[in-house]
């Protein structure tokens, strides 16, 4: 990557500042380009989802992984709970969907507090692990919340066989005038759930899988403590990426919680941050990190840079310690700062090989938290920072009264933010599409076929605040 005109900006850029500038292209379309990532992580789409709270859980890792995206569990989580996640992950199918399941004898109450727990809305009813109907929001329309689902459920459904081919599947559906069916196997028991658009996906995406075929996840734990014990237990439950997560990561607790790991000769990236400048980056890495991460106060949960002035615009961050890990065989993730495609891409043509998404991800069906509506029927999902009160509270529940108290004054970050969901992106492969639709795009108009060729031919510029506003769509005209 290079400059316009070698015209570098004497100020810290963020990504908002930079433009890429278009080139010269062989590139017919924007399915020709690839967009494997190479740092060992496995992802062929070079997204990641933030190890928040709020973000990252059982349905974010499974549907991010099937679309060769990952997603990092957080440290906050109990360890055996993490091992029960990665197991779970492990075991689903790297084409179908995981359905939600309701019996006859269930009833409507149970079924609105199951259905928006997935993107598609859809629950199938079986008895005896056979489908025998499906629940939609439309079928519990002014419905009592005590009727029996077998009395609402829709019972005129496709079926479609475990082998089937994904171009196969759209068209039975389509010609059947269904949007989604249930997949079963030669005894006709439930394995999983198809929709339209999940067998579209299914030619355009390809899984992040491990080398038994199975989905991808990984794992995060803090730096305190007993590193080297929490670790093993992951490496144990055949996490595929370890993170080694901390506020401040350019601190002696990290480069000792890195030896510890290293000793373990982790067979899997092991990946460490947050860091932004060079020399963090550097040692990091000399202590046994695979990966950076990248970013101190970019999110937009995150309130270090108002509270201490600490941090530095994300693009010239990722720019800086990109220079210094490609120099050391090493890589980067950028951490923060993701607001619009536009943002990824740019991220990826200074030299990160993934880009972590938090809160635009928190806002979908997927993410961990209860879908709620506000006063205008506006759907959202609450939304908190990894080192606010709230997240505080959760990691230090094992401690004393007093001391999460007086931990609790201290916090850096927004304790309930609302993310809302987008009504025609709510699910986070909607987000996905658009955002590896723009990666694409800026691929082709800088005649990059891989991301490794996108970072060597690209070409950004500066603008000013009215060069971003420039580019901003009008929806309501002039």
């Not at 010239?316 to 065989?329: I, M, Y």
């Amino acid at each position: 990557m290079r400059f316009l005109d070698d015209r570098q900006s004497p100020h810290d850029l963020t990504y908002e500042d930079a433009f890429l500038v278009p080139a010269r292209s062989n590139i017919n379309s924007r399915l020709d380009v690839d967009l494997t990532t190479g740092d060992g992580s496995g992802t062929t789409i070079p997204l990641v989802a933030a190890n928040m709270t709020a973000v990252s859980g059982r349905r974010m890792a499974e549907t991010l992984a099937r679309r060769g995206g990952l997603a990092v569990i957080p440290q906050d989580i109990p360890l055996p709970v993490v091992r029960e996640v990665i197991a779970d992950i492990k075991a689903r199918d790297p084409v179908f969907e995981t359905p939600i399941t309701l019996s006859p004898t269930d009833t409507v109450g149970d079924a609105l507090n199951l259905l928006s727990k997935r993107a598609h809305q859809a629950a199938v009813v079986v008895d005896d692990q056979v489908p025998i109907g499906i629940v939609t929001p439309r079928d519990l329309r002014e419905v009592d919340r005590f009727t029996q689902i077998s009395q609402v459920m829709a019972r005129e459904l496709a079926t479609l066989p475990r082998d089937v081919d994904p171009r196969a599947a759209f068209d039975l559906l389509a010609e059947a005038r269904h949007r989604l069916a249930p997949v079963v196997d030669d005894d006709g028991r439930l394995v999983g759930l198809l929709t339209r658009t999940g067998a579209l996906r299914s030619t355009l995406y390809d899984p992040a899988l491990d080398a038994q075929g199975r989905l991808r996840i990984a794992t995060a734990i803090g730096v305190g403590g007993d590193v080297a014990t929490r670790a093993k237990l992951l490496l144990d439950a055949e996490t595929d990426v370890l993170v080694l997560d901390t506020a401040h990561g350019h601190q002696d607790r990290m480069l000792d919680a890195l030896q510890e790991v290293a000793g373990l000769d982790p067979q899997v990236p092991v990946v460490a941050g947050n860091v932004v400048t060079r020399n963090g980056a550097r040692e990091l890495i000399e202590a046994g990190a695979d990966i950076v991460k990248v970013g101190v106060g970019p999110g937009a949960m995150c309130t270090t840079r108002m509270m201490t002035a600490v941090g530095r615009p994300q693009l010239s961050a990722v720019l800086e310690t990109v220079d210094e890990a490609r120099g050391l065989g090493a890589h980067v993730w950028a951490d923060g700062g993701i607001r619009h495609p536009r943002d990824v891409a740019l991220a990826l043509a200074a030299g990160a090989s993934n880009v972590m998404i938090g809160s635009w991800f928190a806002g979908t069906y997927e993410s961990p938290g209860d879908l709620e509506h506000d006063a205008d029927g506006r759907a959202y999902k609450l939304s908190f920072g990894m080192a606010s009160a709230r997240a505080v509270q959760r990691r230090t529940g094992q401690q004393s009264a007093f001391d999460r108290a007086r931990k609790s004054l201290f916090e850096e970050g927004i304790s309930s933010g609302r993310q809302y969901l987008d009504p025609e992106r709510p699910g986070v492969e909607d987000l996905v599409d658009v955002i590896t639709a723009g990666i694409r795009s800026a691929c082709t108009y800088t005649g990059a076929a891989t991301l490794d060729e996108f970072t060597e031919r690209a070409v950004i510029g500066v603008q000013a605040a009215s060069g971003y506003a420039e580019g901003r769509p009008l929806h309501r005209g002039w």
